[in-house]
């Protein structure tokens, strides 16, 4: 029996666009939302809520007894435990504790995968791990999968975001069908190391003006984890 590969794309949620229920959904927020949230469940978090609006995040905390992690324009929310900040976390305090996440983008890209299949959380920490638990998924249901990168609002298509993308498709491209969008992010990924893409991302060179080297250069050493954060009742578990 031949089965067909699984269509590969990639999309902008600064565009509109959004995934539909015979996809399984790759969220992505390399700088930073993406990246903490891998990082949180790899130390040990619980399960991660995300919310935009920071009221609702204070008010979600005390309901479920969380630790609050956020940031607004780069900067730690104030009563918050931790800015959105992977290299900030700590173990000690996180370790079994469900976590409220707010940050200016990535609920927004989380709201836009709401109709998939299944809405798995993709960073370039995990990259390998996360692209071959979609692909299963894909195979398992017979669907596409769908990269939606979240994007900033300095560079709606963001470079590190891209890379990602880029990143997910040349790992994926012997067992997927590749659309052109998947196929130019991976030509882009291979024509560029990661600190070249550090270069030309203009969030990346934002947050190292705000003193948040570290957080970047955490952000693009790839495969650091094999955790898979996915969304599964509104939480997103690993």
């Known amino acids: 029996m031949v089965v067909n590969k699984p269509r590969?794309?990639?999309?902008?949620?600064?565009?509109?666009?959004?995934?539909?229920?015979n996809e399984v959904a790759i969220v992505?927020?390399?700088?930073?939302?993406?990246?903490?949230?891998?990082?949180?469940?790899?130390?040990?978090?619980k399960a991660v809520l995300a919310t935009a609006e920071i009221d609702d995040a204070r008010r979600l905390a005390r309901?479920?007894?969380?630790?609050?992690?956020?940031?607004?324009?780069?900067?730690?929310?104030?009563?918050?435990?931790?800015?959105?900040s992977p290299v900030e976390l700590q173990a000690d305090r996180i370790r079994g504790r469900?976590?409220?996440?707010?940050?200016?983008?990535?609920?927004?890209?989380?709201?836009?995968?709401?109709?998939a299949v299944q809405v798995l959380?993709?960073?370039?920490?995990?990259?390998?791990?996360?692209s071959q638990a979609a692909l299963a998924v894909a195979q398992r249901y017979e669907v596409d999968i769908a990269i939606m990168l979240a994007g900033e609002p300095s560079e709606p298509h963001a470079k590190e975001d891209?890379?990602?993308?880029?990143?997910?498709?040349?790992?994926?491209?012997?067992?997927?069908?590749?659309?052109?969008?998947?196929?130019?992010?991976?030509?882009?990924?291979?024509?560029?190391?990661?600190?070249?893409?550090?270069?030309?991302?203009?969030?990346?060179?934002?947050?190292i003006r705000d003193g948040f080297q570290e957080d970047v250069a955490f952000a693009f050493d790839p495969d650091r984890f094999k955790v898979v954060p996915h969304l599964c009742d509104g939480w997103i578990v690993p």
């Open 63 to 84: 309901e479920h007894r969380a630790i609050l992690i956020g940031e607004r324009k780069n900067t730690r929310i104030e009563g918050f435990d931790f800015g959105n």
């Open 28 to 45: 992505v927020d390399v700088l930073r939302g993406s990246t903490t949230i891998a990082t949180s469940l790899s130390l040990g978090a």
């Open 121 to 130: 959380i993709g960073a370039l920490v995990n990259v390998a791990a996360v």
């Open 162 to 207: 891209y890379y990602f993308a880029g990143s997910a498709a040349v790992s994926l491209s012997p067992s997927c069908r590749l659309s052109g969008q998947a196929t130019d992010a991976a030509q882009f990924t291979q024509a560029h190391s990661p600190d070249q893409a550090i270069a030309l991302s203009i969030h990346a060179q934002e947050l």
């Open 8 to 21: 590969l794309d990639v999309r902008w949620r600064p565009d509109g666009q959004t995934v539909g229920p």
């Open 98 to 115: 469900p976590v409220v996440f707010s940050s200016t983008n990535f609920p927004f890209a989380l709201q836009a995968a709401a109709d």
